[in-house]
T-cell receptor
Framework: GIQVEQSPPDLILQEGANSTLRCNFS?????LQWFHQNPWGQLINLFY???GTKQNGRLSATTVATERYSLLYISSSQTTDSGVYFC??????????FGAGTRLFVKA | DSGVTQTPKHLITATGQRVTLRCSPR?????VYWYQQSLDQGLQFLIQ???????AKGNILERFSAQQFPDLHSELNLSSLELGDSALYFC???????????FGAGTRLSVL
């Protein structure tokens, strides 16, 4: 089945720093989403981005479907950005596969 | 608030027992998804329903079953529970293909 790999697995930032999270997938997908799981366990959708680039405030994402990767950019990080960031892809068989996540800690 | 409601929030039970988790999707959403999140397996897709019909099945054990009712709410039934079934179970809903999945707050199941 399709493999979804996220890097880095862990990331520690100083408040105000920028970061780039990466998601590689091993086969073509129907769609791709980025989620943030906050320290209380809640999963919050950030982007639905099967291809192209989207921006939402300090966050932006780019998916290059032909090269099978997606990037999530976080600029001017804040402590509230801490948590785990997941990318999830939907296969042709309508199954949603999550990566293992990038655990982010932003220090004040 | 995502608009997806899961009950109960916490569930503590014993091995061998059966439990039912409930999910009410966002108003108007036709698709419901169930996921299991455990420390060792991460987020695993279990099953998806679309407008009452099973659409996709993932790593769902035979001891687990689900259904989506005419009013679009869904239930996940877990039977013959084992210690390893302890996990956070999420439900998500979406309007259909090509749209966001919105997640509920989850049900934390502890099997003792």
């Amino acid at each position: 089945g399709i493999q979804v790999e996220q890097s880095p697995p862990d990331l520690i930032l100083q408040e105000g720093a920028n970061s780039t999270l990466r998601c590689n997938f091993s086969d073509s997908v129907n769609n791709l989403q980025w989620f943030h799981q906050n320290p209380w366990g809640q999963l919050i959708n950030l982007f639905y981005i099967p291809s192209g680039t989207k921006q939402n405030g300090r966050l932006s994402a780019t998916t290059v479907a032909t090269e099978r990767y997606s990037l999530l950019y976080i600029s001017s990080s804040q402590t509230t950005d801490s948590g785990v960031y997941f990318c999830a892809v939907e296969t042709g068989g309508f199954k949603t596969i999550f990566g293992a996540g990038t655990r982010l800690f932003v220090k004040a | 608030d995502s608009g997806v409601t899961q009950t109960p929030k916490h569930l503590i039970t014993a091995t061998g027992q059966r439990v039912t988790l409930r999910c009410s999707p966002r108003s108007g959403d036709l698709s419901v998804y169930w996921y299991q999140q455990s420390l060792d397996q991460g987020l695993q897709f279990l099953i998806q329903y679309y407008n009452g019909e099973e659409r996709a099945k993932g790593n769902i054990l035979e001891r687990f079953s689900a259904q989506q009712f005419p009013d679009l709410h869904s239930e996940l039934n877990l039977s013959s529970l084992e210690l390893g079934d302890s996990a956070l179970y999420f439900c998500a809903s979406s309007a259909g293909d090509g749209t966001f999945q919105y997640f509920g707050a989850g049900t934390r199941l502890s099997v003792l």
